[in-house]
């Protein structure tokens, strides 16, 4: 029988649809009878959502400049890019 | 991906190919935050910056080729990551990843020898994350528990969760195994999620 510590292990499988059938349906009959666990599964899912939501993930300015920076001056240099003479 | 969203990321590879300036500046916007976390999957942080910056003006060469059998995101991700395998090949130095154990301790500690919980969940996170995320003070927080999280579990997170990666191009990106990946997330999924749990108990981050 699923214990409740089993299911913490395999929580983030069940959520992403990873589980196989057999363990999916024991999940869920687990979760019909223990509210800790139904409690737990839904809080790590909002957790997993919070950190798609944070996804804004912004790269530092400060490298992004210097990229910027880096790309222009190829791009000037050019023989490496000659397409780019040809629409300028 | 949607159909709209296929032609923009095609005049996207277009204005690359043309070496047009503002679709680089839009390119190293929109995929650099990615490719930074493949990169510091493999090396440290001065490092991964160096090699996204390099990977940046070797794409403008390298997108003459670019066919579009992958999307460009995964494409420009396999550049770097293999650009990473490349430098750890040459100082032979290899990447130290924890699989052992599926749960985090501080989550493991939480049952008794039964395997039932001891200390459950006491809150249910009822808001929505969009809610939470206007709390400025948690995201905050979760910025600074991302930071800390070990380098594979935080890239194997912002890969899958925040780039939207399938699970075999992550796979493939940092070279682990389908179910090392799995415990990679699971891992700091479980971070996050006492994270939050601390947060909304005692508002303290």
């Not at chain 1, 024991?26 to 409690?39: A, E, Q």
């Not at chain 2, 912002?158 to 699970?167: D, G, T, V």
Request: aromatic letters at 6%; hydrophobic letters at 40%; charged letters at 30%.
């Amino acid at each position: 029988m699923l214990m409740c510590r089993d299911l913490a292990v395999i929580a983030s499988d069940y959520i992403d649809g990873e589980l196989p059938v057999f363990q999916k349906m024991s999940v869920k009959m687990h979760l019909l009878m223990c509210r800790d666990c139904r409690t737990f599964i839904g809080n790590l899912r909002a957790s997993t959502d919070l950190m798609k939501a944070h996804s804004s993930a912004q790269a530092d300015k400060e490298l992004i400049r210097r990229i910027d920076e880096r790309v222009a001056e190829a791009l000037r240099e050019g023989p490496q890019n000659p397409a780019s003479r040809d629409t300028e | 991906m949607a159909h709209s969203a296929l032609n923009e990321e095609q005049a996207l590879i277009e204005g690359l190919k043309t070496g047009n300036e503002q679709s680089y500046k839009e390119a190293v916007r929109t995929f650099t935050p990615g490719m930074l976390a493949v990169a510091r999957f493999y090396l440290d942080h001065s490092s991964a910056e160096e090699i996204v910056q390099d990977c940046w003006v070797t794409v403008i060469d390298a997108v003459q080729k670019f066919e579009g059998r992958s999307g460009l995101k995964t494409w420009l991700h396999r550049i770097v990551a293999n650009r990473c395998k490349n430098r750890l090949r040459n100082s032979k130095r290899e990447v130290p990843t924890d699989f052992s154990d599926t749960l985090e301790p501080e989550l493991a500690d939480r049952f008794n020898s039964k395997g039932r919980w001891d200390l459950p969940p006491k809150l249910q996170f009822h808001d929505s994350a969009d809610s939470l995320m206007e709390n400025g003070a948690l995201s905050d927080c979760l910025d600074k528990h991302l930071s800390a999280l070990p380098e594979a579990q935080r890239s194997a997170l912002m890969l899958y969760e925040a780039h939207q990666h399938k699970s075999d191009d992550v796979c493939n990106i940092l070279d682990v195994s389908a179910s090392n990946l799995r415990v990679l997330l699971h891992r700091a999924r479980q971070k996050i999620f006492l994270m939050v749990e601390t947060f909304q108990e005692t508002g303290e981050c």
